[in-house]
């Protein structure tokens, strides 16, 4: 079955340049979407297909995809943005899935 | 305000069976996709399946075929998720969501399957 593959945690210093990847064979064709989920919160939208960012959400996100990898940016992070990512994209059937979620911590 | 209301915490017993729900308001229901994810406890999202309420067309995770129904009710703005026969190990958060990349979620549902 078609997997996303995210590293495991990504730890910055406040005002540091945080970057998640997202490697999968079928992302050349398909979007990208991230998530931030904070402890005991549902997940929230933070970029959808690729590189578009929904209203309400800082402009220190952003997204781009290359080739079979898309990265989460988060310029500048600050210690709210402490949290769990999750990259999500599509297999070719239109079956979703989950990259198994990157821990960003900020300190 | 878009909004997806799911239903209350549930405590069952394994091989009970189970519907939890998740209702629309604020959007045309019918027009968009609406997924179901878990989140065991301590552990990441797993893609359930999805279903668009406008032909009840319905698609399934491989992991989770056979497992659960997903269906939905268009007339009341309402998506469900069942099992027939419940597990210790379907002890999770269930969320609802929706929207242009699952830009709406659901507060969570939280089944506990314990004897």
């Known amino acids: 079955s078609y997997e996303l593959t995210q590293p495991p945690s990504v730890s910055v210093s406040p005002g540091q340049t945080a970057r998640i990847t997202c490697s999968g064979d079928a992302l050349p064709k398909k979007y990208a979407y991230w998530y931030q989920q904070k402890s005991g919160q549902a997940p929230v939208l933070v970029i959808y297909?690729?590189?578009k960012r929904p209203s309400g959400i800082p402009e220190r996100f952003s997204g781009s995809s290359s080739g079979t990898m898309a990265t989460l940016t988060i310029s500048g992070a600050q210690v709210e943005d402490e949290a769990d990512y999750y990259c999500y994209s599509t297999d070719s059937s239109g079956k979703g899935v989950f990259g198994g979620g990157t821990k960003l911590t900020v300190l | 305000e878009v909004q997806l209301v799911q239903s209350g915490a549930e405590v069952k017993k394994p091989g009970e069976s189970l519907k939890i729900s998740c209702k629309g308001s604020?959007?045309?229901?019918?027009?968009?996709?609406i997924g179901w994810v878990r989140q065991m406890p301590g552990k990441g999202l797993e893609w359930m399946g999805i279903i668009y309420p406008g032909d009840s067309d319905t698609r399934y995770s491989p992991s989770f075929q056979g497992q659960v129904t997903i269906s939905a009710d268009k007339s009341i703005s309402t998506a469900y998720l069942q099992w027939s026969s419940l597990k210790a190990s379907d002890t999770a958060m269930y969320y609802c969501?929706?929207?242009?990349?699952?830009?709406?979620w659901g507060q969570g549902t939280l089944v506990t399957v314990s004897s």
């Open positions: 969501a929706s929207g242009v990349g699952f830009d709406y």
């Open positions: 297909e690729d590189s």
């Open positions: 604020g959007y045309s229901f019918t027009s968009y996709w």
